[in-house]
């Protein structure tokens, strides 16, 4: 079975910090891009991040940017999305995607495989 599974999400204060990861199962990430995505409460999905298959290209959206880090771990088949300084429009349910490229793409570009989701509140 062919699988992400995020984990890593909870419940943080202001200016705190979280660490997302993003397993595969089934298949290798060697030759994947990742994404992660994020969508709130009302509003639309947004990739916050988003990283080559080597993990030696990145780019994040304005919204995040200096603040969250992507970075992979090939050997282990895990995707980490380091997050710091949180704020509370922070709040969301995130996702992780793979894509079946070696680069990242739009934003908007179909991904092969979702994770089901991790919930990351900003609250104090």
């Known amino acids: 079975q062919l699988q992400l599974v995020e984990s890593g999400g909870g419940l943080v204060q202001p200016g705190g910090s979280l660490r997302l990861s993003c397993a595969a199962s089934?298949?290798?990430?060697?030759?994947?891009?990742v994404g992660w995505f994020r969508q709130a409460p009302g509003k639309e999905r947004e990739r916050v991040a988003c990283?080559?298959?080597?993990?030696?290209?990145?780019n994040y959206a304005d919204s995040v940017k200096g603040r969250f880090t992507i970075s992979r771990d090939n050997a282990k088949g895990t995707v980490y999305l380091q997050m710091n300084s949180l704020k509370p429009e922070d709040t969301a349910i995130y996702y992780c995607?793979?894509?079946?490229?070696?680069?990242?793409?739009?934003?908007?570009?179909?991904?092969?495989?979702w994770g089901q989701g991790t919930q990351v509140t900003v609250s104090s």
């Open positions: 995607a793979a894509l079946a490229l070696y680069y990242c793409t739009g934003p908007d570009y179909p991904y092969d495989y």
């Open positions: 089934g298949f290798s990430l060697d030759a994947y891009a």
């Open positions: 990283g080559n298959s080597r993990g030696d290209i990145t």
